[in-house]
């Protein structure tokens, strides 16, 4: 009889209406990450989602620690199969929550029975088990108002099940469930972590990169496939884009005034993200921007850059200290990656003195030698697209 994993579905539940759809892609995005992991059927049942292993030796700590980066969930928790027998539910139990009850002073047990067959109640269950529990771990004991450890038992159809505690998911809503969004990702530490943000919020992403070889190097491109790869732990599958940047950088820096080589570079951006978002249905474009940061990231000049664009720039990232970027970027485990020491496209043409509160006027007047609709569609005709999957 095979351990089950069992998630419980987050803010999903709220939404009256949508849950049905909601649960739908939950279940195919799980369905989906777990494909390379092994054979498992997934099914939902009052708001919770039953993960089984299909096959023998399946790997369910593989599993486990996949589903706990899956948005739309929760809590997720173990559960270990025995047969529907009450001296073998108990034996599982002191054997399976050994770890739990050498921690607590205080348990107690709750049951519940789908399989209305099964000769003891629910209250009748607990009890036994209770008992026997109370005896194994004579250092704990039995508190039904306030108890410090509280067991799960489920008799179901084939099997009855002894649940782990449970863990913290990763939260959010299930990607997909709130359409489709173009994200900027550079090789630094910001883009990533906004990219996770967005995710966490039910969006599926398309990650851009802008790319100026010989510039940038090929390693510097490397960088970003292994952080888009990554990120697909959280994401899903992604296609990455990756855009030819180096003729306009050049023109950029033959025929414009240098303090505004950055404020026009990013207004191509915006360009060039617009039109990968139009063909693919995207409604917003993600950046990692944060107030202040930088010369490019004062309010004048991020009025500057989206007035090229239509469409929201989500910049869930504007109003945290970096020290708190940092640790989401170490959490979602992009860190180490960010902090590879290549070039990005933005460090190459850094003018010496940058505007830093520039006019919008002055700015169209700077970029105005440019040939900017052919530019935006040269680069665009020659984007390299990288399928990113899990490992
Ligand atoms: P990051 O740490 O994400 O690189 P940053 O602090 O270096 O950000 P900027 O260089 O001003 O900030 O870039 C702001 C945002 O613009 C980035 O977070 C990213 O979303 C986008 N961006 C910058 N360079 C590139 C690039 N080469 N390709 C794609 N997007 C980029
Ligand atoms: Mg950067």
Do not use: W
């Not at 693919?280 to 309010?299: D, P």
């Not at 504007?318 to 902090?339: H, P, Q």
């Not at 169209?364 to 569609?377: H, N, P, Q, R, T």
């Amino acid at each position: 009889m095979n351990d089950i994993i069992l998630l419980k579905l987050g803010e999903i539940v709220l939404k009256g209406l949508n849950r049905k759809s909601f649960e739908q892609k939950l279940m195919s995005n799980v369905r989906r990450r777990l494909e390379p992991i092994g054979k498992f059927r997934v099914y939902c049942l009052q708001s919770t989602v039953y993960v089984e292993a299909q096959e023998d030796g399946a790997d369910m700590d593989a599993a486990f620690a996949a589903l706990k980066k899956v948005f739309g969930v929760i809590k997720l928790s173990r559960a270990a199969a025995c047969e529907k027998d009450r001296d073998a539910i108990a034996a599982l139990a002191i054997e399976y929550l050994r770890e739990d009850m050498e921690r607590v002073r205080s348990f107690k047990v709750e049951s519940k029975r789908s399989d209305k067959s099964f000769p003891l109640t629910s209250i009748q269950l607990s009890q036994y088990v209770g008992g026997l529990l109370a005896e194994a771990y004579p250092n704990v004991q039995v508190d039904v108002h306030e108890p410090e450890l509280t067991v799960h038992l489920e008799v179901r159809d084939l099997a009855a099940y002894v649940h782990a505690t449970p863990v913290p998911g990763a939260g959010g809503m299930p990607v997909g469930s709130n359409g489709v969004a173009v994200t900027l990702l550079s090789g630094g530490i910001d883009s990533p972590v906004s990219t996770y943000m967005i995710a966490k919020r039910g969006v599926r992403l398309i990650p851009v990169h802008f790319f100026s070889f010989p510039y940038t190097s090929q390693q510097a491109k490397d960088k970003v496939v292994d952080l888009g790869r990554q990120l697909t732990e959280y994401c899903g599958r992604m296609t990455l884009e990756v855009v030819p940047f180096t003729h306009i950088q050049e023109e950029i820096r033959d025929k414009c005034p240098e303090e505004y080589f950055t404020l026009i570079m990013r207004r191509f951006m915006m360009r060039i993200a617009k039109r990968i978002a139009d063909a693919n249905g995207a409604k917003a474009v993600v950046t990692g921007e944060n107030l202040g940061q930088v010369a490019s990231q004062t309010m004048e000049a991020m009025a500057s850059t989206q007035a090229v664009i239509d469409m929201p720039v989500l910049q869930p990232l504007i109003g945290m200290d970096k020290e708190e970027i940092v640790t989401l970027a170490r959490k979602i485990g992009t860190f180490e990656t960010s902090i590879l020491p290549y070039e990005d496209c933005c460090t190459v043409f850094t003018p010496r003195h940058p505007r830093t509160h520039p006019k919008l006027k002055d700015v169209e007047a700077a970029e105005s030698a440019l040939d900017i609709a052919a530019l935006v569609d040269e680069a665009v005709k020659g984007i390299e697209r990288i399928r990113l999957d899990h490992e």
